[in-house]
């Protein structure tokens, strides 16, 4: 079975600094992989994913990701964060034949 | 036009009780689920349906028991709840069968839970 790993339990930015944060995932064969966003009490909210081709995805609100397959990473990169973005960050895989796994989460907290 | 809709939003109740959640997506889905979220905001998958169809049964105490009328609602049903069933339970939904790839999950904003 499939496992997630995000690099960093909490990040601590300014505003209008760039934003990486690392996810790692297990498992050799074909994958679909998510970036989720959890805004304080708030439900679960699909930011991008990757299914296929250009391994770059852009989503919503100036978000990206990056999968390299070498690495089996799916890093989440913004170029400026607002304080807006603070949140919880998770990242998620989903592989054929496997449930849907998600990663601990990363939390952001952008100070004004 | 609520996609996903969880009833209710806070549930506090005493130990020992027996309580329902209701979850209902309106996005014609194949498949819902059942996740709970801890205090540390782990997601864990719980239960899966697909088509009314029990599909994935995560290892959840017996006490926890779903069940789906139809594909459009999969309802939660919690018996004797104890101090570490207190969480954030979401449902989501997917158009797809789980394990398919392609499969994007749609959730429902929570249920509270606080078993006192």
């Known amino acids: 079975a499939q496992s997630v790993s995000q690099h960093n339990h909490h990040v601590i930015l300014s505003e209008a600094a760039s934003l990486e944060l690392g996810c790692n995932y297990s498992y050799g064969g074909t994958v679909n992989l998510f970036w989720y966003v959890q805004y304080p009490g708030q439900h679960l909210q699909l930011l991008l994913k990757?299914?296929?081709?250009?391994?770059l995805v852009k989503g919503i609100k100036g978000f990206e990701a990056e999968f390299i397959k070498s690495k089996f990473s799916f890093n989440l990169r913004k170029p400026s964060v607002q304080w807006s973005d603070t949140a919880e960050y998770f990242c998620?895989?989903?592989?054929?034949?496997?449930?849907?796994?998600f990663g601990p989460g990363t939390r952001l907290s952008v100070l004004p | 036009d609520t996609a996903v809709s969880q009833t209710p939003k806070y549930l506090v109740t005493q130990m020992g009780n027996d309580k329902s959640i209701k979850c209902e997506q309106n996005l014609g889905h194949d498949t819902m689920y059942w996740y709970k979220q801890d205090s540390k905001k782990f997601l864990k998958i719980m239960f899966s349906?697909?088509?009314?169809?029990?599909?994935i049964n995560e290892t959840v105490p017996n006490r926890f028991s779903p069940k789906s009328p139809d594909k459009a609602h999969l309802n939660l049903h919690i018996n004797s709840l104890e101090l570490g069933d207190s969480a954030v339970y979401f449902c989501a939904s997917s158009p797809l069968a789980s394990g398919g790839l392609g499969e994007t999950q749609y959730f429902g904003p929570g249920t509270r839970l606080l078993v006192l």
């Open positions: 349906y697909n088509n009314k169809e029990l599909i």
């Open positions: 998620a895989v989903n592989a054929y034949g496997q449930n849907f796994v």
């Open positions: 990757y299914f296929s081709g250009d391994p």
